[in-house]
């Protein structure tokens, strides 16, 4: 039995409605997928939840849907996880918002540190803030999640440190100590990433004098693109909803 595809919109859906997909999910299903009439999908809005839905009508343009009631399934984690990363080069920051967004953060911010290379401003900047959201949409669609993590705009790492919330920050930093130990779990963390060339001296004392704490994974020195996977799953493992299981 093929898998049925799950759709994100921007429409706030209600049960048992009819009505026209825009034009991006359109084409989607009606010429990726090859989906028609009669055909089965389940919608969500990203407000929680999601739809179990029929197609009325596939057309080259547009697919006009029916919703059924409903479903209040969620898989997010009881961990709220921000990551703020500077971007990198490349693909590695698409990278980067897809992963976690798999591995369950709520917000990512994209950053602009000393030594980021890569310069965004203006429409360039919105532009990429949002190709950055579609890819966290395509990724929820992709894991299960109804709930489409937040793409901040690109923003000063200064700033950003200064402002963030959490009950618990840190900072990725190869020559860290040991992490100290915290009592009780908290219910929000905020990951502090630096670009391809490292944070600085200054920003790491910066962030240092707004309550992160410098963390280190392990003596290997990993890329931009694969620490702060590794630091997610980490905290998502003690503080979250991820571990190892067996089935039956």
């Known amino acids: 039995m093929s898998r049925v595809p799950r759709i994100h919109t921007d429409q706030r859906l209600s049960a048992?409605?009819?009505?026209?997909?825009e034009a991006g999910p359109s084409q989607h299903l009606a010429r990726s997928l090859r989906?028609?009439?009669g055909d089965s999908l389940v919608l969500f809005d990203g407000s929680g939840g999601e739809y179990p839905a029929t197609i009325i009508e596939a057309g080259?343009?547009?697919?006009?849907?029916?919703?059924?009631?409903h479903r209040p399934v969620e898989t997010e984690s009881p961990l709220a996880i921000h990551l703020g990363?500077?971007?990198?080069?490349?693909?590695?920051?698409?990278?980067?918002?897809?992963?976690a967004t798999e591995l369950g953060v709520s917000t990512i911010s994209p950053l602009t540190s000393e030594r980021t290379e890569v310069r965004l401003q203006g429409e360039r900047a919105a532009r990429k803030q949002r190709h950055w959201r579609e890819i966290a949409i395509s990724a929820c669609e992709q894991c299960g999640r109804n709930r489409v993590p937040v793409v901040g705009a690109l923003a000063p790492l200064a700033e950003w440190v200064g402002s963030v919330a959490a009950e618990r920050k840190f900072v990725l930093h190869h020559r860290a100590g040991p992490a100290g130990q915290a009592q009780g779990d908290p219910r929000s963390v905020a990951?502090?990433?630096?670009?391809?060339?490292?944070?600085?001296a200054a920003e790491i004392d910066s962030a240092g004098l707004c309550q992160f704490t410098p963390l280190r994974l392990g003596?290997?020195?990993?890329?931009?693109?694969?620490a702060p996977l590794a630091a997610i799953a980490?905290?998502?493992?003690?503080?979250?909803?991820?571990?190892l299981g067996s089935g039956a």
């Open 234 to 243: 980490i905290l998502q493992s003690r503080w979250g909803d991820m571990g």
């Open 191 to 200: 990951l502090l990433v630096g670009p391809e060339g490292g944070l600085s």
């Open 85 to 99: 990363i500077a971007v990198s080069r490349g693909e590695r920051m698409d990278w980067v918002v897809q992963k």
């Open 60 to 69: 080259k343009r547009s697919v006009l849907v029916e919703t059924g009631g």
């Open 35 to 37: 989906m028609g009439a």
């Open 219 to 226: 003596a290997r020195v990993m890329r931009t693109e694969t």
């Open 16 to 21: 048992h409605n009819r009505f026209e997909l």
